[in-house]
């Protein structure tokens, strides 16, 4: 009786099943990255804006502003990651 019941699932685990159709699900990815890294972000960015400002660098404070301001663009306002993505994706030619 166990005998019969290994060997049925041995056999059950050795039939090559269906491959899956519809892929990875990254449904939320996006919203997810945004939520777990905007604190972060908005962390360093402060903690090095007060950094320049302290030691009077105000040409590399300007500098960081704008990059900041770039990265923050770029992770959120709606679309970017997604289009940014697919982008990259067909570049490397992956459908």
Same mark, same amino acid.
């Given at each position: 009786? =166990?005998?019969?019941?290994?060997?049925?699932?041995?056999?059950?685990?050795?039939?090559?099943?269906?491959?899956?159709?519809?892929?990875?699900?990254?449904?939320?990815?996006?919203?997810?990255? #945004?939520? +777990? +890294?905007?604190?972060?972000?908005?962390?360093?960015?402060?903690?090095?804006?007060?950094?320049?400002?302290?030691? #009077?660098?105000?040409? #590399?404070?300007?500098?960081?502003? =704008?990059?900041?301001?770039?990265?923050?663009?770029?992770?959120?306002?709606?679309?970017? =990651?997604?289009?940014?993505?697919?982008?990259?994706?067909?570049?490397?030619?992956?459908?």
């Amino acid at each position: 009786m =166990i005998l019969k019941i290994i060997v049925d699932n041995a056999l059950e685990l050795v039939t090559p099943s269906a491959p899956p159709t519809g892929g990875v699900n990254t449904a939320g990815l996006a919203d997810f990255l #945004r939520k +777990f +890294f905007a604190p972060l972000f908005l962390v360093v960015v402060s903690v090095v804006a007060i950094f320049f400002l302290f030691t #009077r660098e105000i040409t #590399r404070f300007v500098q960081f502003i =704008i990059l900041a301001v770039a990265i923050g663009v770029i992770f959120y306002v709606p679309n970017v =990651i997604e289009v940014t993505a697919r982008a990259i994706a067909g570049a490397l030619g992956i459908k």
